[in-house]
Nanobody, 123 residues
Framework: QVQLVETGGGLVQAGGSLRLACVVS????????MGWFRQAPGKEREFVGA????????RYGDSVKGRAAISRDNARNTVSLQMNSLKSEDTAVYYC????????????????WGQGTQVTVSS
């Protein structure tokens, strides 16, 4: 059973920064491509970014490009999302997700999901 647990959410002022982490249980983390998504109330789930199993390839959604950075530590089964220059429109529940064959924005291709962590940006 693969479990993903996100941490690091909270309340932050506009213009500030936040670092989210996702810890994945099990011994197969280094084989997973990892994605970050977010969902604001009343809106569809949105792709934030993704990183391949090795950490050599990353992709970002247009709304966060230049403000987000994804990294991973395979020794610690952890993937991180650093968000800078936060805006009120970044307020959402942030989810990490995993799969073994795809790196991209299609949430349907991710097999495993965390429960999410709330990020609220105050203006």
């Amino acid at each position: 059973q693969v479990q993903l647990v996100e941490t690091g959410g909270g309340l932050v002022q506009a213009g500030g920064s936040l670092r989210l982490a996702c810890v994945v249980s099990g011994s197969s983390f280094s084989t997973y491509n990892m994605g970050w998504f977010r969902q604001a109330p009343g809106k569809e789930r949105e792709f934030v970014g993704a990183i391949d199993w090795s950490g050599s390839t990353t992709r970002y959604g247009d709304s966060v490009k230049g403000r987000a950075a994804i990294s991973r530590d395979n020794a610690r089964n952890t993937v991180s999302l650093q968000m800078n220059s936060l805006k009120s429109e970044d307020t959402a529940v942030y989810y990490c997700a995993a799969n073994t064959y795809y790196i991209g924005s299609d949430s349907l291709r991710y097999n495993y999901w965390g429960q999410g962590t709330q990020v609220t940006v105050s203006s």
